[in-house]
């Protein structure tokens, strides 16, 4: 076993769960996830059956990850987030068969007790802030508050919101990176 799992952790048959990996108290990895390297599973974590979680993925305490979610490399989830995974739930309805997929992709951030409405991708480097209700597609390194989400922002791949001057140009304060801001869309300069 090449990853540390708490003793009252609960993984079940079926899982790949990547060297370094570390998943703590009363968690429950259920069959035929696929965990990355290098990952950390916080207390009280549900992570349902064929959810992918790429390398280096930081999932804090109280997160439900439900069928249909992938999480590429990079991505934090903050503590009590969750994801859904069937758009119009009933209890006496079955409706295993209509899970939809939700991708986060690279580097995304997701604050603390936001809610993913599933169907809804999360774009590289993007950055929910706490308690966002996500409804709709994010796009890559947007900044995404409230109830229902609404983007204000772009972030950088650091996590410091981008300012941009007048010709589309911002610097991030901390890498010294550049981006450009060109219909509608960021992206890094090369």
């Known amino acids: 076993m090449d990853y540390f799992a708490h003793e009252t952790a ?14 703590w108290h009363f968690s429950h990895i259920m069959k ?5 390297h290098n990952c950390n599973i ?12 790429g390398n280096n993925v930081k999932v804090q305490n109280n997160v439900s990850i439900y069928t249909g979610v992938i999480c590429e490399d990079d991505v934090f989830l903050g503590p009590s987030m969750v994801f859904t995974n069937v758009t119009n739930p009933r209890s006496a309805v079955i409706r295993r068969d209509q ?12 604050g603390a007790n936001a809610t993913i409405v599933c169907g ?5 480097f993007a950055f929910i802030g706490a308690g966002a209700v ?17 983007q ?8 410091h919101r981008l300012e941009f ?21 960021v992206e890094k300069s090369k």
Do not use: H
């Not at 609960?10 to 998943?23: A, F």
């Not at 035929?32 to 990355?36: A, N, P, R």
């Not at 996500?134 to 609404?150: D, F, H, R, S």
């Not at 001057?165 to 869309?185: H, M, P, V």
């Open 10 to 23: 609960v993984i079940d048959e079926g899982c790949q769960i990547g060297e370094g990996t570390k998943i």
């Open 99 to 110: 899970y939809e997929k939700t991708v986060v992709k690279k580097g995304a951030s997701i």
């Open 32 to 36: 035929d996830c696929i965990i990355g």
């Open 165 to 185: 001057d007048e010709s589309g140009i911002a610097t991030c304060l901390e890498s010294k990176e550049r981006y450009i801001l060109k219909e509608g869309f």
């Open 134 to 150: 996500i409804t709709k597609e994010v796009k890559p390194y947007a900044l995404v508050v409230g109830n229902p989400g609404k």
């Open 120 to 124: 809804n991708d999360i774009g590289e």
């Open 152 to 159: 204000v922002g772009w972030m950088s791949e650091y996590g």
């Open 42 to 53: 916080g207390q009280n974590v549900v992570v349902s059956p064929d959810v992918i979680l």
